[in-house]
């Protein structure tokens, strides 16, 4: 198969905000939770139009987020909406002593992940979020790469009896799935076929590789772009199944080259498959604020960084 | 004034404290490991919760309505498994399993494999937000049960102890109280030489009263003082209650009483046998 980039653009936090919105009036026991970041990450559409379903928590993320494992044991599944800094940074010791160590049943949605944050900094920049929780027992992590995935993962979490982080970002990328996409924890998704060389990508960077594979195969190379939703529990099989068809991966996410996607495949690459593989990712450095497309140059997450890193591991087969 | 306690009740609750004083020591003695100087200044509060306050049942730990009780600082731990092993959640002798492989009663509380705890904590400032949690879910559910939480005096230096102050007051949460162990030491603390250390804030009850909660200050080792503010407490609406009970470090002990040194010592067999018959003679 292969996977066209369209045009059209729909914004991660539209298709949020409608979800979370469905929930609240489908469901007596889903309330939302904001750290005052409402018209930031648009749960605010909960607060003017449910309001009973809105409990503001203030500017105070670890409160936050132990007052969640507390409404649980009522039978409430809070939703939680901060940045996705705040939530694996500020709060990560509540996150992991009072809801993944216990295993309650909180959902945590990180708005603003990665690189662009719409100009606010590397203060407000989640790039170390993906390895932050990954490394949590009991914990799931899902990074969805288009307006309908959000809602999909959104379902199987409200689904799912445990604690979920949800990696989101804030501007609008291409539709990719359609609506009757069927999301699958724990299973990759193969976007396009090809036999050279496969990118595993994430979130945000699932449209980026897309675009790369496209430049590439003008220039005739064969790229498969396998996208990763779910990185904890991840799809070992698709990882080797990767490295045993194309023999070289490339992977690419708006993270950090520590410890999240890159390291999650390197993983089951050194244990299970060893291929060339390079990583396409932040590396180890701090950011700035600055225009999206500037940034993803700069910080050598573009395309073109993508393309070159393909073609960069295709000298390595 | 009367008190509210029956002779026959009050001289119960004073025997379940030494019951579990003495098996505090025990624990930890046997483990060689754990606190006890918090653990026993926080005793008397502990057992006149579980044998006078709160609507609870070992026989239906789960029990959907229950009264929710978190204990925020956590590494007095083992006061409160004592208190839950005599009120009959598990076996006395279980206690001797603490802090080997395998136990139900971990270092600090895990409420996954222990019947009869709510939360599990340990890292302190923790607590008293899933207590606010509780307390709000009762609220937003229309149940009737009491949500009740002890936190540390060297615990409220977490700020998230006042993020979560903050938010009882916000949502009117008058089916929560909070207990502070005043017990005015911590692990090491603040002092000009190794033997006088202290917790610097003097003033809980301004600072609680400052947060717009119910203040109520108490002996916090004298069981008619304890019930009254409980009571008390009941009476209370649109606004949490804080019961600061002050209290003695190493409490019923004469060597443990008002030292830091005793926050996690072990003692030793000599040490043991002396801190029982102390107990036994109920100082």
Avoid at chain 2, 103 to 128: C, E, F, K, V, Y
Avoid at chain 2, 143 to 150: H, P, Q
Avoid at chain 2, 219 to 234: L, M, P, Q, Y
Avoid at chain 2, 267 to 278: C, S
Wanted: glycine fraction near 8%.
């Amino acid at each position: 198969m292969k996977t066209l980039l369209s045009d059209k653009k729909v914004s991660m936090r539209d298709a949020l905000s409608e979800t979370i919105l469905k929930f609240t009036q489908e469901d007596e026991n889903v309330y939302v939770l904001d750290g005052d970041l409402a018209t930031s990450t648009k749960i605010d559409i909960v607060a003017n139009e449910n309001p009973k379903k809105f409990l503001q928590m203030g500017i105070a993320e670890q409160n936050m987020m132990s007052v969640a494992a507390g409404l649980t044991t009522t039978g409430i599944q809070p939703w939680t909406f901060t940045f996705a800094a705040f939530l694996a940074k500020r709060a990560i010791d509540q996150i992991q002593v009072q809801i993944a160590q216990p295993k309650l049943n909180v959902k945590m949605v990180g708005g603003y992940s990665g690189l662009l944050t719409g100009l606010t900094g590397k203060t407000h920049q989640a790039l170390e979020d993906i390895a932050i929780f990954r490394s949590l027992a009991n914990m799931v992590v899902l990074a969805p790469a288009d307006a309908t995935e959000v809602k999909k993962v959104m379902e199987f979490a409200r689904s799912y009896d445990g604690p979920v982080y949800i990696r989101l970002a804030r501007d609008a990328y291409p539709i990719l799935f359609p609506n009757d996409y069927n999301f699958k924890l724990g299973k990759a998704v193969t976007l396009n076929e090809g036999t050279d060389v496969t990118i595993i990508s994430t979130g945000t960077q699932t449209s980026r590789s897309l675009e790369a594979a496209e430049k590439l195969e003008a220039e005739g190379v064969s790229v498969a772009v396998v996208h990763m939703p779910s990185i904890k529990p991840i799809d070992k099989e698709a990882i080797i199944k990767a490295a045993e068809t194309t023999g070289a991966i490339v992977t690419a996410e708006e993270h950090s080259i520590i410890g999240g996607l890159g390291s999650a495949v390197a993983e089951v690459l050194v244990e299970e498959k060893p291929v060339p593989m390079l990583r396409v990712g932040v590396k180890d450095r701090n950011s700035e604020s600055g225009p999206n497309e500037q940034m993803l140059e700069k910080y050598e997450i573009s395309p073109n960084h993508v393309a070159q890193t393909v073609k960069d591991v295709l000298k390595k087969k | 004034m009367s008190n509210l306690l029956s002779e026959e009740k009050l001289q119960l609750l004073n025997e379940k404290s030494i019951e579990s004083r003495k098996l505090v020591v025990h624990t930890v003695h046997h483990a060689g490991a754990g606190h006890i100087g918090g653990p026993m200044s926080a005793v008397d509060v502990l057992v006149n919760l579980y044998f006078n306050e709160l609507n609870v049942n070992p026989e239906d730990a789960r029990a959907e309505n229950r009264d929710r009780f978190v204990l925020s600082k956590g590494h007095s731990a083992v006061a409160l498994y004592t208190v839950l092993a005599i009120k009959g959640y598990f076996p006395i002798k279980e206690l001797d399993t603490f802090d080997s492989m395998d136990s139900r009663l971990q270092a600090h509380p895990d409420m996954n494999i222990l019947p009869g705890l709510d939360m599990s904590t340990g890292s302190l400032g923790q607590g008293i937000s899933a207590a606010v949690g509780m307390a709000l879910g009762a609220k937003l559910k229309n149940k009737d049960f009491r949500t009740y939480c002890m936190i540390g005096d060297g615990e409220s230096q977490e700020g998230q102890v006042w993020e979560a102050a903050d938010v009882a007051v916000k949502y009117g949460l008058d089916n929560l109280v909070v207990i502070l162990d005043n017990n005015k030491l911590q692990q090491f603390g603040w002092g000009e030489s190794f033997d006088e250390r202290e917790v610097p804030v003097t003033n809980p009850c301004e600072r609680w009263q400052a947060f717009g909660w119910n203040v109520i200050e108490i002996d916090g080792h004298n069981h008619n003082e304890i019930t009254k503010a409980f009571n008390a407490a009941r009476t209370v609406s649109g606004k949490p209650t804080i019961i600061v009970a002050n209290t003695v470090k190493g409490k019923g002990v004469s060597f443990m009483e008002n030292t830091h040194r005793w926050h996690s010592r072990v003692p030793t067999d000599e040490e043991f046998d002396h801190a029982v018959q102390e107990l036994e003679a109920g100082v």
